[in-house]
């Protein structure tokens, strides 16, 4: 499945709303928790992957 956002900001809120819930679901579903976690990463790390670099004199 791959879902495509128009804005990055959505992918980073989606990213902070899985990690907010797992945060609050740790106690009871620790699997869950760690699941939520581990889509937050794979989408924060595709966000990067595809965020432009900086160029020369302009700082990251």
């Known amino acids: 499945m791959q879902v495509t ?3 990055p900001h959505d992918a980073a809120r989606v990213v902070d709303a899985l990690l907010e819930q797992a945060d609050h679901i740790e106690v009871n579903t620790p699997m869950l928790a ?3 976690r581990a889509i937050a990463d794979d ?4 966000l990067d992957r595809d965020l432009p670099k900086p160029g020369p004199g302009q700082t990251p």
């Open 5 to 7: 956002f128009t804005d």
């Open 34 to 36: 760690r699941r939520y």
């Open 43 to 46: 989408i924060g790390d595709a």
